[in-house]
């Protein structure tokens, strides 16, 4: 699913519906696990830095502890009053960002006439093409020759 563009939604969003869309899941439930993720990541890693620098000398569990509390209380923020634009915009930026979560992008294979890709004009690129036309004219030869490609076993 395409996450729509800001300028045609209505602020602030519903929490359902804004968390299917930072998440770009069809369903709520989809979006569960994901929007947790964001959630800790986003909002776990400042406040952690905040209670680290105000309790210097706790417990690792404790800090933990509250952290959790206080991202519990910013998903129930969300729930009550959904998301306004920059809540929204935030969310959707450092969702993005994280590790595997950013659109796939479809990378697209540049051919000359030949079938071959499109190479700079350096000479070792130069070369590769040469070295690749080579290969093709072969096995476009022995293509014809035996009514199917066969690869040559070396020992």
């Keep these: 699913m395409k996450r729509p563009p800001t300028t045609d939604l209505?602020?602030?969003l519903k929490y359902e519906k804004g968390k299917r869309f930072i998440t770009r899941k069809?369903?709520?439930k989809e979006a569960v696990r994901p929007?947790?993720?964001l959630c800790n990541d986003l909002y776990?890693?400042?406040f952690r830095q905040y209670y680290l620098g105000k309790f210097p000398n706790s417990d690792e569990k404790v800090i933990?502890?509250?952290v959790q509390k206080r991202v519990e209380e910013m998903k129930q923020i969300f729930r009550e009053k959904g998301f306004d634009?920059?809540?929204y915009e935030q969310c959707c930026n450092h969702y993005d960002q994280m590790k595997g979560r950013a659109p796939r992008k479809k990378v697209r294979k540049r051919l000359?006439?030949?079938s071959l890709p499109k190479m700079t004009n350096t000479e070792e690129d130069k070369d590769l093409a040469r070295g690749l036309m080579l290969i093709r004219e072969h096995n476009l030869a022995k293509k014809s020759s035996s009514g199917g490609l066969k690869v040559d076993?070396?020992?």
């Design 44 to 46: 776990g890693s400042k």
């Design 26 to 28: 069809d369903s709520t």
């Design 112 to 114: 000359d006439a030949m």
């Design 85 to 87: 634009q920059q809540d």
């Design 10 to 12: 209505k602020f602030p």
């Design 64 to 66: 933990q502890k509250l």
């Design 153 to 155: 076993k070396t020992s």
């Design 35 to 37: 929007f947790d993720a």
